[in-house]
């Protein structure tokens, strides 16, 4: 990506990885977070209070195979770019 001095750090998710221990290193403080496919196509950008629970949630597989509106992200979303903001949400 060519705007990476945009962001403080950018987190690589495998699709076979354990999504708790791929996003140790996510911030639990309030920002915004850009998902990218592999080749830097942007897919989602979010803003939260606790970054690391956002992304956790919003990659996370369904819940007992219950039919979602949401559209599956994890197989798709390989880098997950982050900023950290210093204010409240």
Same mark, same amino acid.
């Given at each position: 990506m060519k705007d990476q001095e945009l962001f403080d @750090?950018?987190? %690589?998710i495998p699709p076979e990885a354990d999504l708790a221990s791929a996003t140790a290193e996510m *911030? &639990? &403080? #309030?920002g915004v977070? %850009?998902? &990218? &496919? #592999?080749d830097n196509q942007p897919v989602l950008?979010?803003?939260g209070g606790n970054l690391r629970s956002q992304v956790r949630r919003r990659l996370q597989d369904d *819940? @007992?195979?219950?039919?979602? $509106? $949401?559209? $599956?992200?994890?197989?798709?979303?390989? $880098?997950i770019w982050f900023r950290r903001a210093y204010s409240a949400f």
């Open positions: @750090g950018c987190l %690589l *911030p &639990t &403080t #309030g977070c %850009l998902f &990218t &496919t #592999g950008l979010l803003y *819940p @007992g195979g219950e039919r979602m $509106r $949401r559209v $599956r992200l994890r197989p798709v979303v390989e $880098r």
